[in-house]
């Protein structure tokens, strides 16, 4: 029988598993269990976030070889398929723009519920900004729609193609807040979009789950986003904006891209 790997979103400890066994463990008789088995350890960490979690379990030694080298490889990019079958309730898409960088900037996002299309935003426009500043802005609003959907009761994925936003809140921050938020290579740069949202970050942290995404390589979500982050800046919006306009996934696609 072929070796699959089992990951678990929602469990009694998320993480990749080598073995149905450890798996079955962690979602037998849990309420809203959520879990799926994939061919190999690239594609679960991949689904799972890009990183197999303290919860796998190792490979053997008989298998250490091309396990370890799957394990170490870097994951491959999410594909529109695999973020589909990624069982969350709610998908939230962020993106920011910036013309020139640094110049007019704004920012972008996309909801789905069930993989239906229910909200898209634009706003948060700044005159003088960063491709950075308008990304951090966009994870930030992020984590705000996310508290307001798990308060429902519904699980939540947020998919962000900046990975200097996710490093951000996810890795840095702790160790900065740490330090007095000061690092010894001198300034750290976006502090006043960093601060809050990271603060926000920890009080969601155990109930989310952040995907890195590639940009422009035909994620719908993705693109919707980068849309809206577009329209921010043609409308000057300062205010994060519901767009009303249509509905029409197409026609929006046609806007003009950042």
Known sequence: MAKKYYVVWKGRKNGIYTDWAQCKAQVDGFQGAKFKSFPTLV???????????????????????????????????????QITDMPFDI???????????PGEAGTGLAVYQNNVLCELWYGLYQPVG????????????AFMIAKEKLAKGLSVAIYCDSRYSIDCVTKWA??????????AGGEIKNLDIIQP????????????????????VGIEGNELADRMSIVAIERQDEALTLYQETTDIDEILALRKG
């Open 43 to 81: 594609e679960a960490e991949a689904a799972f976030g890009g990183k197999t979690g303290a919860a796998s379990s190792k490979p053997s030694a008989a298998k250490t070889s091309s396990s370890s080298t799957a394990a170490k490889s870097k994951p491959a990019a999410l594909t529109q398929t």
């Open 91 to 101: 998908k939230i898409f962020t993106d920011g723009a910036c013309e020139p960088n």
């Open 130 to 141: 960063t491709n950075n500043t308008a990304e951090l802005h966009g994870l930030h609003q």
């Open 174 to 183: 702790s160790g900065w807040e740490k330090k007095g938020w000061k690092k």
């Open 197 to 216: 949202a990271y603060a926000l970050y920890q009080t969601l942290q155990s109930q989310i789950t952040i995907h890195h995404v590639n940009g422009h």
